[in-house]
């Protein structure tokens, strides 16, 4: 069997080779898709639409998308939104693909977890290299897109911090180390807020880790980020460093 670090330069190799071979090119009808159902995409300037458009590609090319517990068929706006919502969240780098993450299971609904028991609505599971999302809960999170509650971002968000620290693939490290301990040190004190019972601007379940924390931090950000740094204009700025991107620029308060 190949060391790991050397199965995933043969992967990597692959993903190139698709890319200059058989890239994924959107179509008309799915650019206004974006227009209409992804507001993030719709706010960017023409210069950065055509750089998402790009990513986009890029995501759709190296992804595999596939339905599970009865979802036969996983439609183009499916793999449209989730591979949307993942260039959104990359958005702040160059070339950031989460290689490791190769495939997105998409389920109709909540699923059963024989693992731990309990119906989810998505997940990540680093060993597999595979995003786990029900449909249903992110068209959910897409519906409010100033909750601070969105699927897509959440899961998103878990498999960013994990392709950090992946060390074996091209992509790890990529979080400034310096603004990553900022970051840790305010999240710390929020969660010491959340536990206490102290109302702010996150949902209580970022009191559960810091994995959690970052998860539904990124989901405020992208979805509230004036509230956010009207309440933690530091915690707002050191999120802004860390993702290389103001979410403020793009959402009028």
Known sequence: MLPLYRMNSFLSLLDELRLLFNRVRLTKQEVEILEHKFPYYARLSEQHKSEFRKKLEVILTSKSFIGRSGLR???PEMKLLIGATIVMVTFGWNDLRLPHFSK???YP???YSTISKQYHRGEVNPRLGIIVMSWSCFLAGMEDQSDGVNLGIHEVAHALKLENQIYYNDESEFFNPEVYRTFQNLANKEMLHLKAGTLTVFRSSASIDEDEFFA???ETFFEKP?????YNPELYGTLVQLMRQDPRVWIRS
């Open 104 to 106: 997105i299971l998409i």
């Open 73 to 75: 068929i996983v439609t």
């Open 109 to 111: 609904d909540t699923y």
């Open 216 to 218: 539904v931090a990124l």
């Open 226 to 230: 004036h509230e956010f740094f009207g």
